[in-house]
């Protein structure tokens, strides 16, 4: 079982940035692939960006390249996920996941493929 918590989530102006932070704990953090994916109101939840379990393969949203940047530090239990240049269209709850791997290099774009979620925290850029 892997616990995950969010924070960082507020209201920033178009252009500013954020940083949200994911804190694991329970199982070990290190083979957990770990993605985040946002749902703004009355829209299905997508994908933002996901990083491999050693932190070497990244991915990104087309949405989101260039702007965002997700890291992980697996000494901490924390996966990061750096916003700058928002938009109000990046207005959403934004959730942290963790997908079991064994390939150290492996990521996920699919939700289906996270099995543990985070309660979301909020990010609202206002125009």
């Known amino acids: 079982q892997v616990q995950l918590v969010e924070s960082g989530g507020g209201l920033v102006q178009a252009g500013g940035s954020l940083r949200l932070a994911c804190a694991a704990s329970g199982r070990t953090f290190n083979n957990y692939i770990m993605g985040w994916f946002r749902q703004a109101p009355g829209k299905e939840r997508e994908f933002v960006t996901t990083?491999?379990?050693?932190?070497?393969?990244?991915y990104y949203a087309d949405s989101v390249k260039g702007r965002f940047t997700i890291s992980r530090d697996n000494a901490k239990n924390t996966v990061y996920l750096q916003m700058n240049s928002l938009k109000p269209e990046d207005t959403a709850v934004y959730y942290c996941?963790?997908?079991?791997?064994?390939?150290?290099?492996?990521?996920?774009?699919?939700?289906?493929?996270?099995?543990?979620w985070g309660q979301g925290t909020q990010v609202t850029v206002s125009s």
């Open positions: 990083i491999s379990w050693n932190g070497d393969t990244t």
């Open positions: 996941a963790a997908g079991r791997s064994y390939f150290p290099s492996s990521y996920y774009t699919k939700d289906y493929d996270y099995g543990y």
